[in-house]
């Protein structure tokens, strides 16, 4: 094997593996268990949730940890279970540890399954919050698998860590710039000459 193929072989692993790694920060594969970014409404039932922070970190998705303060902010919330969507939602986000209310979206049908819920400017401080979810059910149905049940969910995020980017995106930007060198690699014979000149320094070593 020849110095282009050992080096082409090891560059397509790197960016596989980069590749891989990505996808599982995202979450991996469908389904829950490799997912941590959930509310259990009840056994095996869930609901997914994404942050985002748009005008400061676009194309940014986070959970538990929000980057900014004052600043837009997006809850998105969907679940895939029927039922759940002939349910009465109420969204509320408080301040902990004060329980200092800060977001309140009354009850209402999502029958969608996706709900979206905007805080133009995001929230006020630093700190740890709190989101409640409650599911009502609409006294007229009859399935009885959800009539007269209330079910309460809460799930914490802080807000002001200051990260830049999340580490998919950091493993994504990294994929990209591997990807980026190989290709330069393969089309520019100038920038191939300095690489195997110093991949031929490295095994003289």
Known sequence: MNKKQ???????????????????????????????C??????????????????????EEFCGKLPGTDTKTQLVFDYQDMRYR??????????????????????????????????PN????????????????????????VQGQRLDVHMGFQAGTGVAASKSSMLLYGFLGLAALYAAYLSSAKFKN????MLGKIKDA
Request: glycine share 8%; aromatic share 10%; net charge negative.
């Open 6 to 36: 050992l080096l082409r072989k090891s560059l397509l692993g790197l960016l596989g593996t980069l590749f891989t790694a990505t996808v599982w920060a995202h979450g991996g594969a469908a389904g829950t268990d490799t997912d941590q």
């Open 38 to 59: 959930k509310f259990e409404l009840e056994p095996s039932h869930w609901i997914h949730y994404t942050a985002y922070q748009p005008t400061a970190y676009p194309a």
């Open 86 to 119: 002939d349910m009465f939602v109420e969204f509320e986000v408080t301040k902990e540890p004060e329980g200092k209310r800060v977001f309140f979206l009354p009850s209402a049908k999502h029958k969608k399954g996706s709900i979206n819920l905007e805080l």
């Open 122 to 145: 995001g929230v006020p401080e630093p700190g740890k919050y709190l989101i409640h979810i409650t599911l009502l059910p609409d006294e007229k149905m009859t399935d009885n698998r």
């Open 194 to 197: 300095k690489v195997d000149a």
